[in-house]
């Protein structure tokens, strides 16, 4: 049990700093504003929920699954910041919210406090990327290395839904003026993001293209 604890101690740790729970509260603030609390509470349960399932595909499916289509991380990367672009463009200038038009606006659990803000391209590349050596690896006992991905992604997404759910706590505190500039200042850190996010897939797709020159041009040097 010591080893169990452990790895999920690990992979908390890991996890944790990427999914930033406190952001994604912020975005929550400025997505959900003009919903009653009930609505609130079920778009927090499916964020948590599709953050889940996000993670846990990444871990047992997302080589299979990105060999299969030929998705780079560099791939990953652009297209998730193109998204976030997008949608942080919406709330850095949000049109006029009709009543009519709230419950439209509540379809916001999976995209993008999902994905790409919560279990975003960072979180599912280094998920994928340590997937393999986890699955292999000596230090732990093979039914803890069974057991604990699900339990670190389940903890993961419970402390997300915690923090979801005390958002209401929150907008009490910072008022309808103070969610108004939270989601607005969310929205220029998500353009920010995704425009970061698509630097990184750029220069990776760079690096990867002197590294193949520089060993397609050794061999004739030599």
Not at 195 to 218: H, R
Request: aromatic share 8%; charged share 10%; hydrophobic share 55%.
């Amino acid at each position: 049990m010591t080893a169990l604890f452990n790895a999920i101690v690990l992979g908390l740790l890991a996890l944790l700093p990427l999914i930033n729970p406190p952001t994604t509260v912020a975005l929550f603030l400025g997505l959900s504003k003009g919903l009653n609390e009930k609505e609130k509470n079920r778009q927090a349960l499916l964020t948590s929920i599709y953050v889940f399932i996000i993670m846990a595909c990444a871990y047992y499916i997302g080589e299979l699954v990105m060999g299969a289509f030929n998705i780079s991380i560099p791939g990953l990367r652009i297209a998730g910041g193109g998204i976030l672009v997008i949608i942080g463009l919406k709330m850095l200038f949000p049109k006029p919210v009709q009543a009519s038009s709230i419950q439209e606006k509540a379809d916001f659990a999976f995209m993008p406090l999902a994905m790409p803000s919560t279990a975003g391209p960072g979180t599912i590349a280094m998920i994928i990327s340590s997937s393999s050596s986890i699955k292999h690896s000596t230090n732990f006992p093979q039914w803890v290395l069974l057991t604990a991905p699900p339990l670190i992604f389940l903890l993961t997404a419970l402390i997300l839904w915690l923090c979801l759910r005390s958002s209401g706590i929150i907008m009490k505190a910072i008022g309808e003026s103070g969610v108004d500039a939270t989601a607005r200042l969310m929205g220029f850190l998500l353009v920010c993001m995704g425009v970061q996010f698509a630097i990184n897939g750029v220069l990776e797709i760079v690096q990867t293209l002197i590294d193949n020159y520089a060993q397609a041009v050794a061999p004739a040097v030599s």
